[in-house]
């Protein structure tokens, strides 16, 4: 994640999903923004559902208007006011820049988890998504991708998981569900929630414990957004 992509819809659909997941500070939430620093891209400029509120605003009202003070009004793009205005109840946050660097890269996680340990959720928000067998950590734009072992360990944790992932230029609903294959190998799980929006999919990976928290979660979200999110559970 990045500071410059604050305000986007994505964003603003990302912290009405945290605060359905999180059932609004029921289950308290880590959230590893990955931060990686602003760049000279046009990404983070997809944002002028702020100017058509009869249209946005209906589906998370005060977030809407928090987003819109931000940005539109103060002109400010900066994860902290997440933070500061207590969007998403219960939840932390932790800031720390993830690097290329492999040992910076060892150290980054080896404090997340120490930092989640008290969480039942932990949000796992890359520039990308899960990293494929072509990218290598150390490497030049590792930091916008997270590896499968800090996944595992996180896991291990007894974490509940939430992941970003942007979609690749495939056909999603195939790609969703080789994914999800993936992860429920990998993890040895044998639930998981696709909740997708236009360009990215979050994938929520419940632990014991938590799939009745979980059962309702699809008509919460696409009861507010209807085809603005989806969501789906395999």
């Keep these: ?88 109840p219960g939840t932390n946050y932790f800031w720390d820049t993830l690097a290329d660097n492999r040992a910076e890269r ?15 959720i932990v949000f796992l928000d890359p520039d990308n998504g899960i990293a494929t067998g072509s ?35 495939v056909n999603r609903m195939e790609y969703i569900k080789r994914k999800v294959g993936e992860i429920n190998d990998k993890l040895s799980n044998n639930e998981t929630y696709a909740i997708r929006t236009t360009h990215m999919v979050y994938f929520l990976i419940p632990k014991e414990g938590h799939s009745l928290h979980f059962e309702g979660l699809k008509g919460q979200i696409e009861g507010r957004w209807g085809e603005g999110i989806g969501v789906e559970r395999f």
């Excluded at 060892?106 to 039942?120: C, I, T, V, W």
């Excluded at 991708?145 to 291990?156: G, P, R």
């Design 1 to 88: 994640m990045k500071h410059q992509y604050f305000g986007d819809v994505s964003d603003y659909k990302k912290y009405s999903v945290l605060r359905a997941i999180s059932d609004n500070g029921q289950l308290q939430t880590m959230v590893a923004w990955m931060l990686t620093p602003n760049d000279e891209r046009n990404d983070g400029n997809v944002n002028k559902y702020l100017n058509n509120p009869n249209q946005w605003r209906q589906f998370e009202p005060d977030i809407f208007d928090f987003l819109y003070e931000a940005v539109v009004i103060n002109k400010t793009k900066n994860l902290k006011l997440v933070e500061e205005k207590e969007l998403v």
């Design 106 to 120: 060892q150290k980054y996680f080896e404090r997340l988890q120490e930092a989640s340990k008290e969480h039942e």
């Design 135 to 169: 990218i290598t950590k150390g490497r030049k734009n590792s930091c916008k991708y997270v590896f499968w072992d800090e996944i595992s360990d996180l896991w291990n944790q007894d974490h509940s998981l939430l992941i970003y992932q942007h979609f690749p230029r």
